[in-house]
């Protein structure tokens, strides 16, 4: 079974959220998501300084099964967005919670995070 962290908030589209103190959020794709794509080849993250609205295509994974489109799990600006993938894209493979993150976000609207999951409803929807 998939890990799901406690402290992280899910979209229906396998993303996570890390909410930190300061009016920003981390996030990244999930180890369910990790699993089922497999081995990510390529993965291109949003640049620093651009504006995203929730659900608006941000980027996009390529791996040896398939190419996926990666969605915004909330709105705001892009911070900074994680090099690491740059030269080793299969650290969200082998990390995705940690080192695997996609990229840092401000918040536009913080009432967005009420839409996302809890842990606990995460894992009643991967059933």
């Not at 651009?50 to 705001?76: C, D």
């Not at 967005?81 to 080793?88: E, G, Q, V």
């Amino acid at each position: 079974m998939a890990e799901v962290r406690n402290d992280l908030l899910y979209t229906k589209t396998h993303d996570w959220v890390r909410k930190a103190d300061n009016g920003t959020v981390v996030v990244g794709i999930t180890d369910h998501a990790q699993h089922e794509i497999g081995d990510v080849l390529y993965i291109e993250v949003p640049e620093a300084g651009r504006e995203l609205e929730a659900g608006e295509e941000m980027g996009a994974l390529e791996s040896v099964k398939t190419v996926e489109p990666l969605y915004a799990p909330i709105s705001g600006r892009v911070i900074r967005s994680n090099a690491l993938l740059d030269d080793t894209p299969d650290t969200v493979n082998t990390s995705p919670y940690d080192d695997g993150w996609l990229a840092v976000i401000e918040l536009s609207n913080v009432s967005e995070l009420n839409g996302l999951m809890d842990a606990d409803a995460y894992r009643k929807f991967l059933g």
